[in-house]
C-alpha cells in the first residue's frame, strides 16, 4: 500500500473513533429508551472499525 493511501485509511480511521465519541456522548445526555441502544450500538461499531483500520495501518 503506498504512502498516501495509508493516509487517508488512517484519516477514515480517526475519523471514525472521533464520531463515535461524539455518537456516544450525543446517545446518553439527550436520548433514551432503544433509541439510546441503536445509538450506542452503531457507535461502538464504528470505534471497532475505526480500530481495525488504526490497527492495519501499524501492522503493514
Given at each position: 500500500m503506498d504512502p498516501m493511501m495509508k493516509m487517508?485509511?488512517?484519516f477514515i480511521g480517526l475519523?471514525?473513533?472521533?464520531?463515535s465519541a461524539v455518537m456516544i456522548t450525543?446517545?446518553?445526555?439527550?436520548?433514551?429508551g432503544a433509541l439510546k441502544g441503536?445509538?450506542?450500538l452503531v457507535?461502538?461499531?464504528?470505534?471497532f472499525v475505526g480500530f481495525i483500520l488504526g490497527a492495519f495501518i501499524v501492522l503493514t
Open positions: 487517508w485509511v488512517s475519523g471514525l473513533m472521533a464520531l450525543f446517545a446518553r445526555y439527550k436520548t433514551k441503536v445509538i450506542s457507535a461502538f461499531v464504528m470505534l
